[in-house]
């Protein structure tokens, strides 16, 4: 699946702990250095009617998105000059791909 933010739940009896959200907002997405519509077709999911209300929420889900672009393997057919994360197709075979259920688990507090 997509890339996914880390959310707390609205109510006062879960909002002690995390869960996965629909979409990264378009202000968390915008300080990691990332453009709304490459997002989708890099496998990070976009909600564009979600706010942020918290600067550490937001700080987590940069922090979310930067580490998934430091993992990110992104491979093209052409030569592209100054592009950071392009890499060859002989690196391919060093690379793992992910099984997990979730691209990058919930961290537990």
Not at 22 to 49: C, M, N, W
């Amino acid at each position: 699946g997509n890339l996914r933010p880390v959310v707390k739940p609205p109510s006062l009896r879960h909002n002690f702990r995390l869960r996965i959200g629909k979409g990264f907002s378009t202000a968390e997405l915008k300080q990691a250095g990332i453009h709304t519509r490459l997002a989708p077709t890099i496998g990070i999911s976009v909600d564009r009617r979600r706010r942020n209300r918290s600067v550490e929420g937001m700080q987590r889900n940069v922090d979310r998105l930067k580490e998934y672009m430091g993992k990110l393997v992104y491979l093209t057919n052409r030569k592209r000059k100054g592009k950071k994360n392009v890499d060859s197709r002989a690196k391919l075979k060093e690379c793992k791909q992910n099984t997990h259920k979730h691209v990058i688990p919930i961290p537990r507090v």
